[in-house]
């Protein structure tokens, strides 16, 4: 991470994953939680998944954090036709309303290839090979 005194602030990671066995993807419903084997070719597997994201915002005024930031995940085990990789590029604010105390954080994510999977926990539906656009909103309160 770097972070200037002008309100520049830049951050990156990179995440590796090895798994002996992959069983797949995890999936949540009303029905409750299961692992979905996803593709047969993969399943049980020894695999390799990596991610890597970078994000950049710029503190207005102490009070306002425009910020952009760009995430690339490839994944294995994910259903049968899909791709196994997915991109998100996310634009949005952060609203500094009493310090780190009092946050509003609003944003809109792009998905250009969709996800190959629900992921309930977002409310974000599979829509592979198709664009979704996501809107999100978030307060923040720390007592």
């Not at 954090?65 to 490839?74: G, K, L, N, V």
Request: with cysteine; hydrophobic share 35%.
């Amino acid at each position: 991470m770097y972070a200037d005194q002008n309100g520049l602030m830049v951050y990156g990671e990179f995440v590796d994953r090895y798994t002996t066995h992959n069983f797949g993807y995890y999936t949540q419903t009303a029905q409750g939680a299961s692992i979905n084997a996803g593709d047969p070719a993969v399943a049980g597997k020894p695999t390799n998944e990596y991610s890597c994201l970078i994000e950049a915002g710029y503190l207005i005024a102490e009070h306002f954090e425009p910020f952009a930031r760009y995430e690339f995940m490839h994944l294995q085990g994910t259903p049968v036709g899909s791709k196994n990789w997915i991109q998100d590029i996310t634009g949005g604010v952060n609203w500094w309303i009493q310090g780190h105390s009092l946050k509003v954080t609003g944003e809109v994510m792009y998905l250009p290839q969709g996800l190959p999977f629900d992921d309930t926990p977002t409310d974000e539906l599979a829509s592979p090979h198709h664009a979704e656009l996501v809107f999100e909103a978030q307060l923040q309160l720390l007592l």
